[in-house]
């Protein structure tokens, strides 16, 4: 029943240091992650965590990481098969509907590590295009960056792939970058706030203070995410 409600979700954008609604209210976003469909093309109790946690736990945020090739429908090779394009999309077309009929927020992660790749441009190309201008859909454009220093964080660059213990070092990657997963976005005509993680597992944000911050020239503007691991 709660798919089928109209959309409550008030479009919200950067002022300063604030999210803040189009009258110049303050947003507090407090929610969780509901993890699954980044490992699994069907996820596991999706909607039912997403119920639990808008009802009952009066959140007004859910993160919910994706993967790119459950999105595409070719699965996650070697280990997971292909799988319907479509019926995963279904997933994520209800998450989104469930928040917006409760006026909360669908974070939509993109749940990648290490560095921006072409990939990831075109799974935002796609994506950003279906949710364009939903106001309860955001955009977490890349969930954890590596630690290549800001320049290869913010322009992309030649970088070593991450090394896996015990295997040698794989071949380097052509990284593109944050700005080019920010403007893949504005590129669709999607003005949705756009969350994007800082340096070593998106822990580090000191760069954005020191010239590496987002460009954003069209849109309602980059909230920075630190994974306080430490």
């Given at each position: 029943?709660?798919?089928?409600?109209?959309?409550?979700?008030?479009?919200?954008?950067?002022?300063?240091?604030?999210?803040?609604?189009?009258d110049?209210?303050?947003?507090?976003l407090?929610?969780v992650n509901v993890?699954?469909?980044?490992?699994?093309?069907?996820g596991?109790?999706?909607l039912?965590?997403?119920?639990?946690?808008l009802?009952?736990?009066?959140?007004?945020?859910?993160?919910?990481?994706v993967?790119?090739?459950?999105w595409?429908?070719?699965?996650?090779p070697?280990?997971?098969?292909?799988n319907d394009?479509e019926?995963y999309?279904k997933?994520?077309d209800?998450?989104?509907?469930?928040?917006?009929?409760?006026g909360?927020?669908?974070?939509?992660d993109?749940?990648?590590?290490?560095?921006?790749?072409?990939?990831?441009?075109?799974f935002?190309k796609d994506?950003?295009a279906?949710?364009?201008?939903?106001p309860?859909?955001?955009f977490?454009?890349?969930?954890?960056?590596?630690?290549?220093?800001?320049?290869i964080?913010?322009?992309g660059?030649e970088?070593?792939?991450k090394?896996?213990k015990g295997?040698?070092e794989?071949?380097?990657?052509q990284?593109v970058?944050m700005?080019?997963?920010?403007?893949?976005?504005?590129?669709?005509?999607?003005?949705?706030?756009?969350i994007a993680?800082?340096?070593?597992s998106?822990?580090d944000?000191?760069?954005?203070?020191?010239?590496?911050a987002?460009?954003?020239?069209?849109?309602?503007g980059i909230m920075?995410?630190?994974?306080?691991?430490?």
């Amino acid at each position: 029943r709660m798919l089928s409600l109209p959309p409550k979700t008030a479009e919200i954008k950067v002022s300063g240091n604030k999210l803040v609604t189009a009258d110049g209210k303050e947003v507090w976003l407090q929610g969780v992650n509901v993890p699954s469909l980044e490992w699994s093309a069907k996820g596991e109790n999706i909607l039912q965590s997403m119920k639990v946690a808008l009802v009952d736990w009066k959140a007004n945020a859910v993160r919910l990481p994706v993967h790119d090739g459950f999105w595409f429908g070719t699965g996650k090779p070697p280990k997971v098969p292909p799988n319907d394009a479509e019926a995963y999309r279904k997933i994520v077309d209800d998450a989104v509907t469930m928040a917006a009929s409760q006026g909360a927020y669908l974070i939509l992660d993109l749940h990648r590590f290490w560095m921006p790749e072409e990939r990831d441009i075109q799974f935002w190309k796609d994506a950003a295009a279906r949710y364009k201008n939903n106001p309860a859909v955001i955009f977490d454009i890349f969930n954890e960056p590596g630690d290549r220093g800001w320049a290869i964080w913010r322009d992309g660059g030649e970088v070593k792939g991450k090394p896996k213990k015990g295997e040698p070092e794989p071949q380097a990657i052509q990284s593109v970058g944050m700005q080019a997963l920010v403007n893949a976005v504005r590129g669709t005509g999607a003005r949705n706030l756009i969350i994007a993680g800082g340096v070593g597992s998106a822990y580090d944000l000191q760069g954005i203070l020191e010239g590496y911050a987002l460009t954003d020239q069209s849109g309602n503007g980059i909230m920075y995410a630190t994974h306080f691991y430490n």
